[in-house]
């Protein structure tokens, strides 16, 4: 099948415009390695000797020869989020499977994971987005000591998938395989928790009946059941092809589970330096696998959060991305899957319907992905149209073409037979600035709504005045000062039930704001990641109480209704931002709020890659003399 003519636009515009940055970026990657032997062949006696001082005699013999590979496991473990506690068995499970393949596997460190579930509507959420940058730079922490040959990223959720893979590609020469959990088994099902939330919302349910409703929705191991931004880095991962194919949604304490990670420590293994494979995470990362991954996001309705993150991390590569590649990718990626807020299913049921291997085929079949990519498994992401089972005896896994017909075609449909020709996320612009709206679980009255503005600085103020009963009318909320310059841009979701029974009652509402919504954003209408914010000086701080707001997605427009002569004689409006800058940790934030770019840029407080001269050593590299390559094409020839 022909590539799609809009696919291979935007794909040549992304490598003509990152040409620069890209090319710095595999230099700095070539200048990192070192060819043919460990990477802790750099190191000193007394380097080494601290390095395996603690092993096991046979694991310490294996690192101190200075032969066979050794493979770092970084891992955002921790026992409050159920999306991660499963991971705090993994360590010895890799471990034993990289000892049968003649390999080292040590844990090189952890990063700190946050559960945005916990924090929302709490001063802790304005630390989320600035956690994907702490990641990041922990996963560097864990990776500096150049012990290692390969690495393996255990994380799931929101900005902890997204912070590893950043974290990972400043270190691209280094082979990588990420290595998800899974979900935990369906529970209350997700429309049933969103009809407690919205009568809670009403004072038509108790406080008792809401947390237990909760408790029954999220009640076990494993990542939230919908299609958020946890489970959209599943995704992600599986059409960039990080993980082995089909292991996103497997759940967690099953044999199954238990083997895909087997398999997937020693494919870490085998794509060293050392091996006939070498893989570095840095070449499966290009411009066309950025362009897969927003295909596949839009194609399954995913989290808006990741027309933040797919810039941040198409950046540490060098890549560079903007809302404009996303809107006329959607405009001709057809939705595929129906996934909660999207539809009733949750991922579960996507995978028991067919899932990444079905979705990855489809979109390959219809020209809408490009096929000559490198993953884990080497070339070509057709090695992905799969699923996992388990071996003969109950070990070891075996891939299977996935189901040539849906399971279920309320939850996946096929190209030829899609939920709606396009992606369902659209850029809106105007004298408002650009914003990214979700409609794919807005139904058609709804995408457009002209209403005067009611002007809100915090998500506090908004339900007071919802809770007083003064938005009973038809309005559009400009919530203001939400940036990630102003406050570290947290969710809003505490919003969405409110706004949602307004519309149910009938009123014409939509929500206009700098800030962020979830993952799970889903009927409302919201022009969201509003750029540039207020506090760079962006126009939402020109908005005044009655102002006509004009939100169409069907036009892409974001426009306030206002007289020219009267729109630029208003000065910006000021906001007292101290009570969101001190409390809970937020001080400690303040190098990332003085520093971060806009969101359309992906909210990034770290730098382009930029030449280096490439006569100096870096990282105990031995690119002196070598000839850095200019592409990936170039890595690709030498290997072949």
């Known amino acids: 099948m022909a590539l799609h003519p809009v696919l291979e636009q935007v794909t040549a515009r992304i490598i003509k415009r990152s040409r620069p940055s890209r090319g710095a970026y595999l230099a700095h990657l070539e200048a990192a390695r070192i060819k043919g032997r460990p990477q802790r062949g750099s190191l000193s006696c007394t380097n080494l000797a601290h390095g395996f001082a ?31 506690q499963p991971f705090e068995h993994f360590p010895k499970v890799i471990k034993d499977a990289v000892r049968d ?135 992600l991962m599986e059409v960039m092809g990080l993980h082995l194919p089909g292991a996103a949604f497997i759940t967690p304490y099953t044999e199954l589970r238990d083997q895909l990670t087997v398999a997937a420590a020693q494919r870490a293994a085998q794509i060293t330096e050392l091996g006939n494979e070498y893989i570095p995470v840095g070449h499966i990362v290009d411009e066309k696998s950025i362009v897969n991954a927003i295909v596949a996001l839009l194609a399954t309705g995913g989290s808006t959060n990741h027309t933040l ?38 991922v579960n049921h996507f995978h028991a319907a067919g899932g990444t291997g079905f979705i990855i085929r489809e979109l390959l079949d219809a020209g809408l992905l490009h096929e000559d990519v490198t993953t884990v498994l080497g070339k070509g992401l057709r090695n992905h149209c799969k699923e996992p089972f388990l ?24 190209a030829a037979e899609p939920f709606s020709k396009d992606g369902g996320m659209v850029l809106v612009q105007g004298n408002l600035g650009r914003a990214i709206m979700k409609v794919s679980a807005v139904k058609p009255e709804h995408r457009t709504v002209e209403a005067p503005a009611i002007v809100f600085n915090s998500q506090e103020d908004f339900m007071a005045d919802y809770k007083a009963g003064k938005l009973d009318r038809d309005f559009v909320a400009v919530l203001r000062f939400q940036g990630p310059r102003a406050n570290g841009m947290p969710e809003l979701h505490a919003l969405t039930p409110a706004l949602a029974n307004l519309q149910d009652a ?37 908005v005044r109480d009655g102002d006509i707001i004009r939100v169409d997605a069907g036009s892409g427009t974001l426009e306030a209704l206002v007289e020219s002569s009267v729109w630029h004689a208003r000065a910006l409006a000021q906001a007292d931002l101290t009570p969101s800058h001190v409390g809970m940790g937020r001080e400690l934030f303040a190098m990332f709020r003085n520093s971060v770019s806009a969101a359309e840029e992906g909210a990034a407080t770290f730098p ?27 890595f690709l020839a030498k290997k072949a």
């Open 101 to 235: 393949v003649g390999a080292v596997a040590q844990f090189a460190g952890g990063v700190p994971a946050m559960c945005d579930g916990v924090t929302q509507g709490q001063p802790g959420m304005e630390l989320s987005l600035f956690s994907r940058d702490t990641i990041a730079m922990s996963t560097a922490v864990a990776m500096s000591h150049n012990m290692f040959d390969a690495a393996l990223y255990l994380g799931i959720c929101d900005k902890i998938v997204p912070g590893l893979l950043i974290g990972a590609l400043h270190f691209g020469h280094i082979p990588a395989v990420f290595v998800p959990g899974g979900p935990m088994t369906s529970g209350l099902s997700n429309k049933e928790k969103a009809a407690i939330r919205q009568r809670y919302a009403q004072g038509k349910a108790t406080r008792e009946e809401l947390l237990e409703g909760e408790a029954q929705s999220y009640h076990g191991a494993g990542t939230c059941t919908f299609y958020g931004t946890a489970n959209s880095n599943q995704m």
């Open 608 to 634: 382009l890659p930029s030449p280096i001269d490439t006569t100096v050593e870096l990282h105990g590299g031995d690119n002196v003399g070598n000839t850095v390559p200019g592409s990936d094409e170039d």
């Open 506 to 542: 009938g009123r014409k509402v939509a929500l206009v704001t700098d800030g962020r919504m979830s993952g799970a954003s889903g009927k409302v209408p919201a022009a969201i990641h509003v750029s540039p914010e207020v506090l760079a000086g962006g126009p939402l701080g020109l």
């Open 309 to 346: 993150h797919l810039p941040a991390i198409a950046r540490a590569a060098g890549i560079l991305i903007d809302w404009d590649d996303f809107n006329d990718l959607s405009g001709v990626v057809p939705l595929l899957a129906r996934i909660y807020p999207n539809g009733d299913a949750d």
């Open 391 to 414: 071996g003969e005896g109950g070990k070891g896994v075996v891939f299977k073409d996935s189901p040539a017909v849906t399971g279920d075609d309320k939850v996946v449909r096929t």
């Open 54 to 84: 603690a092993f096991p005699q046979h694991d310490k013999l294996l690192l101190k020869e200075v032969k066979k590979p050794s493979v770092a496991i970084v891992s955002a473990y921790n026992d409050m989020l159920s999306a991660h």
